[in-house]
Structure formats: structure tokens, C-alpha cells
């Protein structure tokens, strides 16, 4: 049972916020601000949007706090488009100084965790699933901790790079087993990618290889990993998982049919790796 901290119960450690995300955010950011304490809060991500005027006071006053926020996309299913966060990876992937974390197994769950508490001067989002999910063959705790890496290579010179965050590398996975030459990137954390060697970031995005994003969200913003996406350009639906990933064309065979169609689009074409940009 846990301990709630409430009047007559000073030594306890959680506080029943309720329904209350802003205020919940704002008294972590005062924690985190006094020191000793490492504060963390949690509510389904869509709920993101009533606490943001408080994240972003955590970013601007670089205060370390961790927001573990779960049910983190449509596949929460029949509760709906209201609680699904179609838009809020890119709405935190934009915010300066905010670590942004979609992990896709237990491996790179944990890596979010010890990155957030190493984090002091920058605060944490978590973005974790509703459903379990496979701790993936090619997953590694260590190698999240760039931020992004090849959990699945095709031991040669990849046709297609499939890359994508939380639930979708699963399939994505799946995907490109069934055609022999196709990598998958799993990406994380894309600011925590951004700070490694552009050495490091070409052998995860090599020259000459088309890359195709997958992710259960808004595309605008993957054109900085990807030259062409497939996501959730519109609200979400009220139905079961099953139902939510075949009308969003989501399941492994939608996603090989969705990658054969770009590498057919892509014959006769040259391109380079996003990576490769000038610094101004």
C-alpha cells in the first residue's frame, strides 16, 4: 500500500494530486527547485497539454524533473481521440532543453530512467505504453543511450531504413524480417541522438539508403531523420488495438506494403543521408 504525504503525515513521499496536472507539475518544479529531491509526476501524455505552461518552466529553469506520462498513443483504444496524443511527441521534441523519451522495450525503459536521473539541468517527458510489449532481440540498454541505434541490421548494405520510436519498432521489426535487407532504427530519444558524433550518426543513417519513418503520431518533424513518413495526421479513434493498427495501417504487413511501395516510388533516385548538414 502506498503511503500518501497529506496533513498529520509529513514523512510520507507521494502526494494524490488528482485531476489537478498543472499544479502537479508546479509543485515538482518548487521540489526540484529547494534540492535534496529528485521530484517525479505521472498522467496519461495527452494530459501533457494542461501541465505544459509548467514543463516548460521546468526546461527554461532547467529543473530535473522526471514526468513519467503513460497510455502514450491511440493504442489505448476505446477511451479515444481525447486522450490519444497524436501531436505532443513533436509539441516536446520542439521544446529547448526537454529530453523526450519513447522507448520501445524494457532495455531502452530503463535506459530512459538512468539518462532522466543523471539529467539534473534538464527535465525528463517518458512517453510509456499501455500495452506489453517484446523485449526486442536487438535491443540494448547501452546502445539507447545514444539516443537512437540499428536494433535490427540486415548484416549488408541495407535497401530501406525503417525508423521509429516506442510500440511501432515491434513491428517495424517484424517487417523487415520477412525481407532479409532492411534495417530497423529505433530512435528513442532524438535529443540525446543529436549529441553524438555525426561519425556515429552516419553508420545508424548511411549515404544511399532511403528511410522511412513509422511512428503513431504527427509526421511534421520526422523529415529530420526520414525522406518520407507514415503516421497520424488527424485525431485518433475510439476502438480496440486490433482495430486501431489496421485502420491505421499499422500491423506488420501494412508497414512491409508501405516500405515496398516507397523503395518502388525511390528506383532511379539518389539519397542522402539526412545527417549530412552544413552547421551555420
Known amino acids: 500500500m502506498i503511503k500518501i504525504f497529506l496533513k498529520g503525515h509529513f514523512d510520507q513521499r507521494n502526494v494524490r ?17 529547494y534540492g535534496a529531491f529528485i521530484p517525479f509526476c505521472s498522467t496519461f501524455l495527452n494530459f501533457i497539454g494542461y501541465a505544459f505552461g509548467a514543463v516548460i518552466l521546468s526546461a527554461l529553469s532547467h529543473e530535473g524533473v522526471l514526468y513519467i506520462f503513460t497510455h502514450d498513443s491511440v493504442f489505448l483504444g476505446e477511451d479515444g481521440p481525447t486522450h490519444q496524443p497524436i501531436e505532443k511527441y513533436m509539441l516536446c ?3 529547448p532543453n526537454l529530453n523526450f523519451w519513447r ?3 524494457s532495455n531502452e525503459t530503463l535506459a530512459a530512467y538512468v ?23 536487438g535491443s540494448s540498454f547501452e546502445k539507447a543511450l545514444f539516443g537512437g541505434y540499428v536494433v535490427h541490421s540486415s548484416q549488408e548494405k541495407p535497401q530501406l531504413i525503417i525508423v521509429s520510436t516506442g510500440s511501432e ?33 552516419k553508420s545508424v543513417f548511411p549515404e544511399g539508403v532511403p528511410i522511412l519513418s513509422v511512428e503513431a ?64
Not at 494530486?17 to 527547485?33: D, K, L, P, Q, T
Not at 513491428?171 to 556515429?200: H, M, R
Request: charged share 20%; net charge positive.
Open 103 to 105: 522507448p520501445a522495450d
Open 93 to 95: 521534441r520542439t521544446t
Open 17 to 33: 494530486f488528482g485531476v489537478r496536472e498543472h499544479s502537479m507539475s508546479a509543485i515538482c518544479n518548487g521540489i526540484s527547485s
Open 115 to 137: 539518462h532522466a536521473i543523471r539529467s539534473r539541468k534538464t527535465p525528463t517527458v517518458m512517453a510509456l505504453t499501455r500495452q506489453n510489449l517484446p523485449i526486442l532481440k
Open 217 to 280: 503520431g504527427a509526421t511534421l518533424g520526422w523529415e529530420k531523420y526520414a525522406h518520407a513518413s507514415h503516421g497520424i495526421d488527424s485525431f485518433g479513434v475510439s476502438a480496440n488495438i486490433d482495430d486501431i493498427a489496421k485502420h491505421f495501417k499499422l500491423l506488420p504487413a501494412d508497414i512491409t506494403a508501405k516500405g515496398e511501395k516507397f523503395l518502388e516510388w525511390s528506383k532511379g533516385r539518389t539519397f542522402y543521408s539526412p545527417i549530412d548538414k552544413p552547421t551555420l
Open 169 to 201: 519498432v515491434s513491428p517495424c521489426v517484424s517487417a523487415a524480417v520477412t525481407k532479409g535487407n532492411w534495417n530497423v532504427v529505433s530512435l528513442p530519444c532524438w535529443e540525446l541522438f543529436e549529441q553524438q558524433s555525426i561519425e556515429y550518426k
